[in-house]
């Protein structure tokens, strides 16, 4: 059964920091993973989606990388600000119609 | 502006009533989904759907319904057996099942004291 972790739960930096989310996974067969951002109270935002033939995808500020065999993907934030705080959450899909979520790392950024 | 849509943003309900969520996209994607979340926990799949009159449980179906009349809308209903209503409901839509990026809407927060 696949599970998804997210290690910190939550994180606290200075603004200007260089920072990586990750995420964790058990098992490497997957179609792809998408990592999203969550402002408190609202829906989810998509952030990047990585296919499982990819290793890595770059948007702005924000570049994720997937490493399959190791059931890994990490989340790069560069020059963070406090417009980046936030909570960040993976999911990955598993099958044609299965997607799992993990828990989500809470980011807080110091101004 | 394409997007989704969900109404209301906040629902009260009493115990025993059955609620009906609202859920809306102009994106023209033809798989759409329920997702139920609370705190401290991933988001978990009710129900989604991948095309028009056809929909399949996810993983926490009991106590909800859902319907698929129209290409655009999905809407879901809470009913009076779900045994603890009260969370943070998210519609979701995405080109196909297979593949492509999930676009979430804002999200219904539903109490129900």
């Known amino acids: 059964k696949q599970e998804v972790t997210q290690i910190p739960a939550a994180l606290s930096v200075p603004e200007g920091e260089n920072l990586v989310l990750n995420c964790s996974f058990t098992d490497s067969a997957i179609y792809n993973l998408q990592w999203f951002r969550q402002d408190p109270g609202k829906g989810l935002t998509s952030l990047l989606l990585?296919?499982?033939?990819?290793r890595e995808q770059t948007s702005g500020r924000l570049n994720a990388s997937l490493d399959k065999s190791s059931g890994r993907s990490t989340l790069y934030i560069a020059a963070s600000q406090p417009g980046d705080s936030a909570t960040y959450l993976c999911a990955v899909k598993t099958s044609y119609d299965k997607v799992i979520f993990g828990p989500g790392t809470s980011l807080s950024v110091i101004p | 502006d394409g997007g989704i849509t969900q109404s209301p943003k906040y629902l009260f309900r009493k115990e025993g009533q059955n609620v009906t969520l609202s859920c809306e996209q102009n994106?023209?994607?033809?798989?759409m989904y329920w997702y139920r979340q609370d705190p401290g926990q991933g988001l978990r799949l009710i129900y989604y759907s991948q095309i028009v009159n056809d929909f399949q449980k996810g993983d926490i179906a009991e106590g909800y319904s859902v319907s698929r009349e129209k290409k655009e809308s999905f809407p879901l209903t809470v009913t009076s057996a779900q045994k603890n209503p009260t969370a943070f409901y998210l519609c979701a839509s995405s080109w196909t099942l297979e593949g492509y990026e999930q676009y979430f809407g804002p999200g219904t927060r539903l109490t129900v004291t």
């Open positions: 994106l023209n994607h033809d798989a």
């Open positions: 990585i296919q499982s033939s990819q």
